[in-house]
């Protein structure tokens, strides 16, 4: 069982930077993906960026060279760094956790960007 937390949501203006934060507990150590994804109102949830447990990380092409995933071991939390935010994604970010045999996913955070 794993649970995670989302922080770092917010408002902010076009252009503008924000990081999320998610941190996990429970068996983490059983994690072997954690990603963001996000889902605006009436659109499927879509993958942002994901980064496996030897560090490969991957990215959704509207996201490349803006958002960066990373993690911190010794906090057990993964972060999205969201550099140039832009208007389309604005949207309910979702940390989630994917072990071998499920996954779990957390309450979200809003990302509001508008000017």
């Known amino acids: 069982q794993v649970q995670l937390v989302e922080s770092g949501g917010g408002l902010v203006q076009p252009g503008g930077s924000l990081r999320l934060s998610c941190a996990a507990s429970g068996s983490i150590f059983s994690i072997l993906v954690m990603g963001w994804y996000r889902q605006a109102p009436g659109k499927q949830r879509e993958l942002v960026a994901d980064?496996?447990?030897?560090?490969?990380?991957n990215y959704a092409e509207p996201v490349k060279g803006r958002f960066t995933i990373s993690r911190d071991n010794a906090k057990s939390t993964v972060y999205l760094q969201m550099n140039s935010l832009k208007p389309e994604d604005t949207a309910v970010y979702y940390c989630?956790?994917?072990?071998?045999?499920?996954?779990?996913w957390g309450q979200g955070t809003q990302v509001t960007v508008s000017s």
């Open positions: 989630k956790a994917v072990l071998k045999f499920g996954s779990y």
């Open positions: 980064i496996t447990r030897d560090g490969s990380e």
